[in-house]
Every structure is written in C-alpha cells, then in structure tokens.
C-alpha cells in the first residue's frame, strides 16, 4: 500500500502542520481525527488497516490530517471569539492549503470528507459551508452543535460555525441545491452517546429536503473498534 507523509509550515496557521497519505489511486477523502487527534490516529486506531483492501486496489485514497482542536475549541485559556478565529484559520488551511495538494495529486475536483467524534463536525461543517469542495460526507458517532465550547459567547461566526443553528433557517438554493447532489451518510450506534445528536441532525437534513443516510448499528459505542466495520461498510 502506498503510504505518503507531507510536512509543512502552514501560513494559515503560523505553523508546520504534517499529513499522511494512503492509497495511490481513487476518490480522496479528507480524514479529521477525534477530538485533538493526529495526523497518524487513523492509522494507529486500526482503521488503514480495515480499509486496505480498497486502498491496494486504488478504490479510495485518504488523506489523514492533524487538528489544531487544543487551540481552538478545547482552549479554556482563550476567549471563545479567539477559538473561533483559530478554527476559521485551521479552515483557511484546509481550503488553501490542503485542498490545493489533494486535486494536484489527484487530478480530481470532487472531495469527500469523513471523521470520527468530533473529527465528525469537522467533517460536518466544512461540507456544509463548502459544499461544492466537498461533495460526500461520511460521519460517525457525531454531535455537531459547538455551543458547549462558546462559554455563552455569540456572533455571526458562532452561527454559521454551528450546523444546528444555521441549517433550520438556511433559505439559499446555492446552498440547498447543492446540498441535495452531494453525498451525506450519518452512521451512529444504538449505545453511542451522541446517537441523540446524530439522528437529531438528520431529522433537521430531512426536514430541509437534503437526502441522506442515516445508519444506527445495533450493539455499537461510542468508540473505535466500532467505528472500524463502519468504515468498511460506508467509506468511500
């Protein structure tokens, strides 16, 4: 299997920031970890492994990414407005940085996402506000409302950070139309404790007429060993 490694110092992010890359052919998929995970967590938590038949047939192709979480929202120390301003610069990295080596690697435009606990709303938000970057969605065992981290803090970044709240009132057929071409797949276990967040957000996508999966596992928690077969069913 072809395993790439890429380090670089980030503009966006006033940092050197490291990807690994599997796979050498087929649909690339950013990879967000769980929360204030690594670069090399997917690969560490088993799940290159569980999808190594499709990598060695050049079916897929992931792009496993770091998170800057411990500074942004999980950062106490900092008022939530400049959490909120590191995530949009950790967004400012994906788009910019990372989205540009993936299409010049790939030759392709059309990007999927994916993410584990909080590497879910990551996964969430981005191809929510990007949705015409990122095309295909894949969650698992997510929550994607991000008041918890705002200390009661609010503005407009706040709400257009936090899919709970901007989707319900989003009236944009820009947005919408495209919403409802791209791929959505909400995955969440009986026994996971955000199964409650999960089939929340897919009752809001159904109630804005955006198709979607969602997929509850019997017998499944909040964890990766769980996560592991539901890779293997969903991804790409």
């Not at 050049?58 to 008022?79: A, N, P, Q, T, V």
């Not at 010049?104 to 938000?125: E, K, N, P, Q």
């Not at 797949?185 to 409650?196: E, K, L, N, P, S």
């Not at 929340?200 to 999966?213: D, N, T, V, W, Y």
């Amino acid at each position: 299997m072809t395993r790439e490694h890429h380090k670089w110092f980030s503009r966006s992010l006033n940092r050197d920031m490291e990807i690994l890359i599997f796979g050498h052919d087929g649909p690339p998929v950013l990879v967000f970890p769980s929360s204030m995970g690594a670069f090399f967590e997917y690969e560490d938590r088993g799940m290159i492994d569980a999808l190594a038949d499709k990598l060695e047939h050049g079916r897929l192709r992931l792009f496993c990414l770091s998170s800057i979480d411990s500074e942004s929202w999980y950062c106490k120390k900092i008022h939530p407005r400049h959490r909120v301003e590191r995530h949009l610069h950790y967004e400012d990295y994906v788009l910019n940085e990372v989205v540009p080596l993936v299409r010049h690697l790939t030759r392709l435009d059309a990007i999927g996402v994916t993410g584990c606990s909080f590497g879910a709303y990551h996964a969430m938000v981005l191809s929510l506000r990007h949705p015409y970057t990122f095309t295909s969605c894949i969650t698992m065992g997510g929550a994607f409302d991000i008041t918890q981290f705002l200390d009661g803090y609010h503005d407009e970044d706040c709400y257009f950070l936090n899919p709970p709240a901007f989707l319900p009132g989003l009236s944009d057929a820009y947005y919408l139309d495209q919403f409802r071409r791209n791929k959505w797949v909400i995955v969440t276990g009986d026994h996971d404790i955000c199964r409650a967040p999960s089939e929340q957000f897919s009752a809001l996508m159904h109630a804005k007429g955006i198709p979607h999966a969602l997929h509850v596992w019997n017998n499944s928690k909040h964890d990766w060993p769980h996560w592991l077969p539901m890779a293997q069913a969903y991804i790409p």
